[in-house]
């Protein structure tokens, strides 16, 4: 099983048996030997990569910000809260997904030779042993494996997205792929309210200006009900 607060962001088949591990020195893939169960997905190797985030506002620390992590789908995999150095909490993200596909008891090899039907006569194709292999969609582009064009030239790197914000400071979005240990810095944004004053043509202002628009009043999502969302 995966270790605790670890998301896997790919549905696993049940029953298998998953390693997962993350920030580990002098450990990879070919340090792993597994026993397949009658089918390739019986057990799985995530590998994962250390992820924290530091939020700023005019270079200042932002104590009690929100941090919400999505996955590629926009599905909210932690909602983090920093501390009084402006820190998230160091998590987990999976970032590469191997299998053994040609059960030699190795998994994230490259270039295996794969029976697809025993036949006679046999059919085999030639994969690598991770994410353009495991049969999803790990970047969220709606393609997958080989119809993915990410796969011709190496893998499908997870991509994920980053929101954070608090009343006051600013806020903050962006997506970023997953290719390492990622330990960097958010610059909330406070965008100051703008007013926008449109004069048709062959008319002239009126004396009296009614402006109206909308604003934040401060209370965050989510909300208990519709009503006070929609207030």
Same mark, same amino acid.
């Given at each position: ?39 390739? +997905? =019986?057990?799985?190797? %995530? ?15 932002? *104590? &009690? ?12 995999? #932690? ?7 402006? #820190? ?12 053994? %596909?040609? +059960? ?6 490259? =270039? ?6 025993? &036949? ?13 292999? /495991?049969?999803?969609?790990?970047? &969220?582009?709606?393609?997958?494996? /080989? *119809? ?5 030239? =190496? ?9 954070? #914000? ?17 330990? /960097? ?30 604003? +934040? /009043? ?14």
């Amino acid at each position: 099983m995966p270790p605790a607060g670890m998301p896997m962001s790919l549905e696993l088949v049940n029953n298998s048996t998953v390693l997962s591990y993350a920030g580990l020195q002098n450990f990879d893939t070919s340090k792993i030997h597994v026993k397949n169960q009658n089918t390739p +997905w =019986g057990t799985q190797v %995530r590998e994962g990569e250390l992820v924290r985030f530091q939020v700023k506002a005019l270079n200042s620390d932002v *104590d &009690g910000a929100t941090v919400v992590i999505k996955n590629s789908t926009g599905f909210p995999l #932690y909602s983090l809260t920093t501390d009084q150095f402006g #820190y998230t909490p160091e998590v987990t993200l999976p970032s590469n997904f191997y299998l053994d %596909r040609n +059960w030699n008891n190795q998994v994230g090899e490259q =270039g295996v030779t794969v029976v697809l039907d025993p &036949g006679p006569p046999a059919i085999t194709t030639v994969m690598d042993e991770n994410t353009c292999s /495991d049969g999803y969609d790990n970047d &969220g582009d709606t393609l997958t494996d /080989d *119809d993915d064009p990410d796969c011709a030239t =190496g893998r499908e790197i997870p991509s994920y997205s980053v929101e954070a #914000y608090k009343f006051g400071k600013g806020i903050f979005q962006s997506d970023f792929n997953l290719t390492g240990p990622i330990d /960097d810095i958010i610059s909330l944004e406070n965008m100051p309210p703008s007013v926008t004053l449109t004069q048709p043509e062959f008319t002239s202002f009126a004396r009296i200006v009614s402006l109206s628009g909308t604003a +934040w /009043d401060g209370l965050a999502p989510p909300y208990a009900t519709d009503i006070i969302s929609m207030q």
